[in-house]
Structures are given as structure tokens and as C-alpha cells.
């Protein structure tokens, strides 16, 4: 008998070991802290394979040429990568949808110093635009090893029960399944490097309780969420990372949009009581 208190000590044999089936045969004793024996028996347990290790290229590897394919890059938050990418001297790719705003302006400043960037026009929701696009970035030695998703369409206002099943289906493949794409576009060279980086601009619609109206711009961001989780697990092994970074509301951008009343409710329960600035 056992009872509460009781100081137990186990010790585990190994009797025999199945190489072929990955099988261990075992005896075990369990005694108390009198010596005596409070369970014995012997049982078989399965282990695992031993993982296969993969020698990761340093992201600090000055050998490596470093060039950033950003889509939705016309928004405040793709503008404000693409400094800080700029910045550290890696080439970017900036991709807009329709309208380039103020992403050709900036690049034609950052160019003028030095900077090595370029602006493509391309419909994300197209599969063909994205197979050429992709291409031409080959042809022209801008194959990425950063894949950087800002692409999201404007949440609205439009109820589920009044929602367009086309307009969902458009922004999923604009946001979902455009980085899928471009990610498995870009895996063969990845695999090369044995290195590669993945990030996603999540939103808290995805974490938590969504506001109503919202259920396109939550089940995009939602599955982008799973998606990247996803390919985490399958390209680990080649040295890649899979990553989403949720800043909360912004200043600018999409946040400027939103009502001043909303922007107090969230100032208020962030901790540093302060919203995003680009």
C-alpha cells in the first residue's frame, strides 16, 4: 500500500532492446522508504527515432546575400520596413496591389543613396501574377531569404450574414494564400541556403474576441495565424523560421481609421498605456 507522505524510489531496467521495431523491453520496482516493494512489474515502450540535425546558416553570415520580398508594401507598416530593412543593408522587394502611394517615392529617395530596392506591381489574389512575378525575381538575382507578409485588406464593417463569398475568397487569397505560395516559390532556394525567414503581421482579431464585422479580416488573419504555425514544424529542418508578429492597433495605417473612442480603450489596456508609432 501507498499512502500520503510516503518517500518513493523507482528503478527502471532495461531487459532488452528491439532495434527494429524501436522497442524497449523494461522492469520496474518501486519501493518506500522502508525498503519495501510497493509495485514491480515489467512493460515494453517504444522509443523515438533520433532527430536529424541540420547545420543552420547563421543569420549573422556576411557571405550570404540578403534580399527581403515584401508583400502589401504600399501600407504604413510595409513603408516602415522597408527603412529599417534599408537600413541594414538588405535589398528589398516591394510589392503593391493597386495603389503605390507612397512606396515609389520612397524608394526613389532611398535609391538615390544607395540603397538597393525595387517596387513591383502585382495582384496577390492571382496565381499566374504571382508565378511571374516570382520569376522575374529570379531571372534578375532577387530570389528572397526574408518573405515578410504585411498584405490585409481593410476590415469594413460588413456583417457575416451580408458578406460577398467572393470578396472572402479574394482577401484569402490575397493574405493566406499569396504567402503560401511565394514561400513554396521561394523553398528550393531556401533549401540551398539552408536558411530562410518567414514573418506574418498578425492581428489581435486573430487571438481573441473579434469586433463585429469583422469576420473576413478575422478568418484571414486567423488562418494566417495556423498557416505559419504550420510551416514552422515543416521547415525547421531546413533551417528556416516561421514567424507572426501582432502589433496591436497602430497609430497610422489601417489604425487611423478607427475611431479616436477606440484608440483611448486600447491605449488604456496596453501596458506601457502607448500604441504603435511607425
Known sequence: AVYPGDLLTAR?????????????????????????????????????????HVQQQSSEDASAPKHALILGASGALGLALIKTLAREGISVSAIFNENPGQLESLIDNLSKRGMNL???????????????????????????????????MNPGSTPAMKMSLNEVNSAFQMEVLSLLHFVQLAFSHFSTLKYGRVISVGSTAALGRPDA??????????????????????????????????????????????PTRVHLIATAETPNRNLVTM
Open 12 to 52: 527502471v531496467s532495461v531487459q532488452k532492446i528491439h532495434q527494429k521495431d524501436r522497442v524497449l523491453e523494461l522492469f520496474a520496482e518501486v519501493k518506500n522508504q522502508k525498503g519495501s516493494v510497493v509495485l514491480r512489474g515489467t512493460g515494453r515502450v517504444r522509443f523515438p527515432l533520433e532527430p536529424k
Open 118 to 152: 525595387m517596387a513591383f506591381k502585382c495582384n496577390l489574389a492571382s496565381e499566374n501574377d504571382r508565378e511571374r512575378l516570382y520569376a522575374k525575381l529570379a531571372d534578375s538575382n532577387r530570389e528572397p531569404n526574408f518573405i515578410i507578409s504585411c498584405a490585409a
Open 213 to 258: 464585422g469583422w469576420s473576413r479580416y478575422a478568418i484571414t488573419k486567423s488562418a494566417m495565424e495556423t498557416l505559419i504555425k504550420s510551416l514552422a514544424v515543416e521547415l525547421g529542418p531546413h533551417g528556416v523560421t516561421c514567424n507572426t508578429v501582432s502589433p496591436g492597433l497602430t497609430r497610422e495605417g489601417m489604425g487611423s481609421q478607427i
